[in-house]
């Protein structure tokens, strides 16, 4: 049974690797009883062109024209947002957000740091050294979280899914940063629904887990007393409703604290477009 109501996690055809038109993201996911979800499509920037991965800069008034349209049009069905799921892009290019919430609306952004960036360009984690790519994953996610930006942390164990995961002690240093950042930021962690629907199963020690929600993560987690939502991290409208939610039950019953709807509260809240409610 699904007993999630909201999800911000939502990509569009756009990032050329979803399925579906915008509206049937709504339909489905008022059919699956949410009561509010956000379109969070990978960001587009203008620096840089990634077809395959996210879209491109010149799709973003579609995009946003598009979520404004459905939010009009199901006003009296299902809250929608309008956000994307980013990267930390770093300090000096962390202005970008704010022209985002000024010139285009935007409601929230969810950290999805999937590649690093510097002034030079940017690159995916796994061709860095396992060292050096944890390290450089946590330093740039707890500068992110506390940038003030970012209404949550998509898949914070994100590094479990690189070649050759280990949970050993560079990855629990790494989780128990991330997680002691996300406490003293009170940026909730997003148990991330979308490998429990493609990825397979790992055997852990006696645990045996998907590489994200990875289990061993979300104990530290739950002992650091981390704020927890879920994030169906829907490709196809159809994910709303098949997504592993038996599994995410599981995890919860073992913590979670609520309330999992996403709070939009203190810094955020000045930027957040103030739907009235
Ligand atoms: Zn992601
Ligand atoms: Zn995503």
């Not at 956000?38 to 579609?62: C, E, N, T, W, Y």
């Not at 199963?201 to 739950?222: C, E, H, Q, S």
């Not at 997504?243 to 919860?252: A, L, N, P, T």
Request: charged residues 25%; negative net charge.
């Amino acid at each position: 049974m699904n007993k999630l109501d909201y999800c911000f996690h939502s990509h569009t055809a756009r990032c050329g690797h979803a399925y579906g038109r915008d509206e049937e993201y709504v339909q489905v996911a008022i059919e699956g009883g949410f009561s509010a979800m956000g379109f969070s499509d990978h960001a587009m920037f203008p620096f840089l062109k990634q077809p395959g991965m996210r879209g491109s800069f010149g799709l973003i008034k579609d995009y946003v024209a598009s979520v404004r349209d459905l939010q009009r049009k199901y006003a009296q069905d299902i809250d929608i947002r309008l956000g994307f799921e980013a990267e930390w892009i770093g300090k000096g290019r962390s202005s970008y957000f704010e022209e985002l919430y000024r010139d285009f609306g935007f409601d929230y952004f969810i950290l999805g740091h999937h590649m690093w960036f510097d002034e030079d360009g940017c690159g995916w984690f796994a061709s860095l050294p396992r060292k050096e790519a944890l390290k450089k994953y946590a330093d740039d996610v707890i500068e992110a979280l506390g940038s003030g930006y970012f209404l949550y942390l998509a898949h914070p164990d994100l590094f479990m899914s690189w070649p050759g995961a280990d949970f050993g002690p560079l990855e629990k240093e790494a989780a128990g940063r991330i997680v002691d950042a996300a406490v003293v930021f009170d940026v909730p962690l997003e148990l991330n629904m979308g490998y429990s629907r493609y990825g397979e199963m790992v055997k852990y020690g006696n645990v045996t887990t998907y590489r994200y929600p990875f289990l061993p993560f979300w104990d530290i987690a739950k002992e650091k007393g981390a704020k927890v939502v879920i994030g169906v991290d829907a490709h196809a409208p159809r994910d709303y409703l098949e997504s592993d939610f038996r599994y995410f039950e599981g995890i919860v019953n073992v913590k979670v604290s609520p309330p999992f709807c996403p709070i939009f509260k203190g810094q955020r809240d000045k930027h957040i477009m103030g739907r009235p409610n």
